[in-house]
Structures are given as structure tokens and as C-alpha cells.
């Protein structure tokens, strides 16, 4: 895996649905120029995939572990991918 690009797969858990946690995800990625897609689970859980330099994933996971004002993080179970994905941009996916 090449060292200028880090690709994490994370489930955050808590009051994470209902509270705009997706869109304020996505606005964070962009913020951060982190690629890659954030949804909804039936579990009340949200999943998120994120892909960029390895300074700017960590950056929003920081900001993940707070989230937006009405959210509450319990905590977050973070996988790193193998491979870098190939995503242009940052999605809300169904």
C-alpha cells in the first residue's frame, strides 16, 4: 500500500442517526479532502469509508469521535483497508 494515501472502513455507534450525522460527514470530508461514502446501517449504526492522505483521514476521525451537535458518539470500530480505493469525491449512499 502506497504511504501517501490511507483507506479506513468506520462504524460509529451511538445517537448517530437522525441527528444530519451523514451530511455533517460529508461536509467534513470536503473540508478535509478526504474521498469515499458514508451511510446508514439497519443496525442505527453508521459506516463510512474514507480515503485520502493519512494526515487528513486521521483528521476526520478526530471529528467523527465528537460529531455534529446533537450526536452521541459511544464509539468508533475503525478496519484498515488493503487497498486505496478509487473514489473521486465523498457520497451519502442510501
Known sequence: MSTDSKTIRAVIRGRVQGVSYRAWTKKQAEKHGVAGWVRNRPDRTVEALFTGSPEAVEALLTACRRG???????????????????????????
Open 68 to 94: 455534529p451537535f446533537a450526536a452521541r458518539v459511544d464509539g468508533i470500530e475503525v478496519s484498515e483497508e488493503a487497498e486505496p480505493a478509487a473514489l473521486a469525491g465523498f457520497e451519502i449512499r442510501a
